[in-house]
Structures are given as C-alpha cells and as structure tokens.
Nanobody
Framework: QVQLVESGGGSVQAGGSLTLSCTDS????????MGWFRQAPGEERKLVAT????????YYSDSVKGRFTISRDNAKDTVYLRMNSLKPEDTAVYYC???????????????????WGQGTQVTVSS
C-alpha cells in the first residue's frame, strides 16, 4: 500500500531549480514530522531537510542550507522541497518520509522516519 508518492524530479542544468512534491495518499501524516532525504550512487541515504507538523520548525543539512526550502500544505496532504541553485553534487534519488511515532514535534534523526516513498530522480548537469 503506497502512502507517500514523490514527484517533480528530472534533469536540470547547474544553477537551475526544481520543486519536488510528496503526497500522502493515505491522509495520515498531517500531525507528523516529514522529511526529505537523498541517496547518490554508491552512497548512503542522507537527510536533506525536515519540518514539524505545521511547518513552523524546519531543519536543513549544511549542504543545502540557503538553497533548498521545505514546506507543507496539510490541506493538500503534500510536502514540498524547493531546490534552487542546483549543483551537480545534488544529483541523487530523493525520498520523502514520515515519522509516524512523533506527533506535533520535530525529528532530526533519519532513523526515526519509518514510512518512505519510492523516490524521484534528480540529475543536475554541469
């Protein structure tokens, strides 16, 4: 049963922008922290950004801080990742995830996220 569906990936030149979307098809995660992660070939999955249930609190990895923005629209059951000033090193499969064991709080640790989407590929060319 697919619950999180990512979209918006694609190919872009360095310096360009993309917006990823993650839709909660089960309408279950409005009160849970959500996050975006990425995995490049040969590397471990890494946390990119997280936010709490209403988007009032956000966290970014140092590698994307100032370039990426995470947000959510609970009325649409959707979490977004706006990516600006993309670099070739941003190339990866991007995943969204939910921490279903935390309500109203914030999660900063990747291992706490327990529901995952299938991923969407982002390729940045130089």
């Amino acid at each position: 049963q697919v619950q999180l569906v990512e979209s918006g990936g694609g190919s872009v030149q360095a310096g360009g922008s993309l917006t990823l979307s993650c839709t909660d098809s089960g309408h279950r995660f409005a009160y849970n922290p959500m996050g975006w992660f990425r995995q490049a070939p040969g590397e471990e999955r890494k946390l990119v950004a997280t936010l709490n249930w209403d988007g009032g609190s956000t966290y970014y990895s140092d590698s994307v801080k100032g370039r990426f923005t995470i947000s959510r629209d609970n009325a649409k059951d959707t979490v977004y990742l706006r990516m600006n000033s993309l670099k070739p090193e941003d190339t990866a499969v991007y995943y969204c995830a939910a921490d279903t064991r935390t309500r109203y709080g914030m999660t900063y640790v990747a291992s706490e996220f327990d529901v995952w989407g299938q991923g969407t590929q982002v390729t940045v060319s130089s």
